[in-house]
């Protein structure tokens, strides 16, 4: 007989929104620098390895860390873990904030990315032990997957906006109150909750799990970047190797990082790959809508900032729109599969761009988010609820690599596309920086007297343009294939309800 789950009320609808604000800085930290990297520039000096390190180790560790670290919440406690990385994420914003070296902004954004992943797979996990009533956690992992979505497009607004009244370091120091917040009402408000029966930490695991994580992402982003280089490619090969030594350290410990019984939830295993297709088509598409906004259109870096921060009104609803649809009983696999179909009818208007698209850019991008987002939340709910709570710290980081992996794949992917017709579209006879990039067309057009250079800078809007269409058709043959998988693999899925059983065992 199982037991009726218990509904949340305003202490725990109330810990959901004190969870929100870290969860949005976490994600906004990722696109934070976007304005602020001039400003470091010029006064801290840094190499150009240094720079790249700047930007890219707070994604590469928190990337890294995730299955880690949502393994050792299960094991030491949820909350506990939260509140030690808001206040590492709090001490690391910091140190940030005032660094006078290149070395120390790295470092300190090293420790802002182990302070990420220990902060987004325990809010997860939380609103899993908080929210037993299944509409009601339907709603909360709804609004987290909105909040997390949202934040990485108001990072790069934020970051605009402080670097032009204040100094580059005031784009950390905004996460101090939302830090202090949390370590003081998050003992008040929110249960403890991990894994009573966890068994002992696997170090072995750690590095194995790096180290299949972080070439892979790693040789992706490259590839997407500069395009196929054998050493990209063997960086993502040595990662698929490990990947397999990890795979093979779970089944075979008697204390694994991430306990193979996770997947054996019926529905778990679906919702993560198509989790990975969803990340897929949202990266995709932001990789080349901000290049158009900024390169083909001719905006400011805020204002392509601010134009694209429209689409985001509609991601507010989609989440909320999903859940209610299922409550209203709306197949869960229907709820998916149009989403996915949603997603790619906005792949589908991208096809229909011009050099002068703006407002149809726009749409594009409100009608994919929305159906991503309305996808992601359901997935989530779908991964949260088949695991068992015990480990949903666990279960909360494979959904989140997931979607690192995902963008990663996508960029490399749909860059590749979009970068091979640019450079077939592109004139034989314009120079070999020109027909590499669109960048780097622009800057040769700069160069060029008169028409010369206003034909070079046409031609190259034009091919970039191509490039587009080509990658959004690839983008929407892939987004209606997940449509179509989503239709049949959650089809018998069945969300369990008699949740408040388990959440008295997890919670101490």
Not at 103 to 115: C, H, K, M
Not at 462 to 468: D, K, N, Y
Request: aromatic content about 8%.
């Amino acid at each position: 007989m199982t037991t009726n789950p218990t509904r949340a009320g305003r202490r725990e609808w109330t810990a959901l929104g004190v969870l929100m604000l870290p969860l949005l800085l976490v994600s906004m930290d990722v696109s934070v620098l976007y304005f602020a990297i001039p400003a470091i520039t010029a006064d801290l000096e840094p190499s150009g390895t240094q720079q790249l390190w700047i930007f890219d180790i707070y994604a590469f560790v928190l990337a890294g860390l995730l299955m880690t670290m949502g393994s050792l919440g299960d094991r030491i406690g949820r909350r506990r873990l939260l509140l030690i990385g808001a206040a590492a994420f709090g001490a690391a914003s910091l140190v940030a904030a005032y660094a006078h070296s290149a070395e120390t902004l790295i470092a300190a954004r090293a420790v802002l990315g182990i302070g990420g992943a220990t902060l987004m797979p325990s809010t997860m996990a939380l609103v899993r032990t908080m929210f037993t009533d299944p509409g009601q956690r339907a709603k909360a992992v709804g609004l987290w997957t909105g909040v997390m979505t949202a934040g990485i497009a108001l990072g790069s607004v934020m970051s605009g906006v402080l670097v032009e009244f204040f100094w580059w370091g005031s784009v950390f120091l905004v996460n101090l109150p939302a830090m202090v917040l949390l370590l003081v009402l998050g003992p008040i408000l929110l249960p403890e909750s991990k894994n009573p029966d966890a068994g002992r930490f696997d170090l072995v695991s750690v590095p194995l799990s790096m180290a299949a994580v972080l070439p892979v992402i790693y040789g992706l982003k490259e590839l997407a970047a500069h395009g196929w280089n054998v050493l990209y490619v063997m960086s993502v090969t040595v990662g698929l190797l490990f990947a397999a030594l990890f795979v093979h350290r779970q089944r075979t410990t008697a204390s694994p990082m991430v306990p193979p019984r996770i997947f054996h939830g019926h529905g778990f295993t679906p919702a993560v790959c198509l989790n990975l297709v969803a990340a897929f088509g949202m990266m995709g598409s932001a990789y080349f809508t901000t290049q158009y906004i900024q390169s083909v259109l001719g905006k400011s870096g805020l204002e392509a900032s601010l134009w694209a921060l429209l689409p985001s009104v509609f991601i507010g609803f989609a989440g909320a729109v999903s859940a209610q649809l299922v409550q209203r009983g709306v197949p869960r696999a229907y709820v998916v599969a149009g989403g996915f179909v949603t997603s790619g009818c906005g792949y589908g208007l991208l096809v229909l761009t011009g050099t002068d698209s703006l407002w149809l850019v726009l749409a594009a991008c409100g009608v994919l988010a929305s159906g991503i987002i309305a996808v992601t939340a359901q997935l989530a709910d779908v991964a949260l609820s088949t695991a068992p709570v015990e480990n949903a710290g666990s279960a909360s980081s494979l959904l989140e690599t997931s979607t690192e992996f995902g963008g990663a794949l996508s960029m490399a992917a749909l860059g590749s596309i979009g970068s091979a017709v640019y450079q077939h579209e592109m004139p034989a006879s314009a120079p070999t920086p020109a027909r590499e990039t669109l960048g780097g067309a622009l800057a040769v057009a700069e160069q060029l007297p008169g028409r010369a250079g206003d034909a070079l800078a046409a031609a190259a809007r034009e091919a970039f343009t191509s490039g587009m269409h080509g990658a959004a058709i690839a983008g929407a043959v892939v987004l209606l294939g997940a449509a179509v998988v989503a239709g049949a693999a959650l089809r018998r899925i069945r969300v369990p309800e008699g949740a408040a059983r388990d959440q008295e065992k997890a919670v101490v």
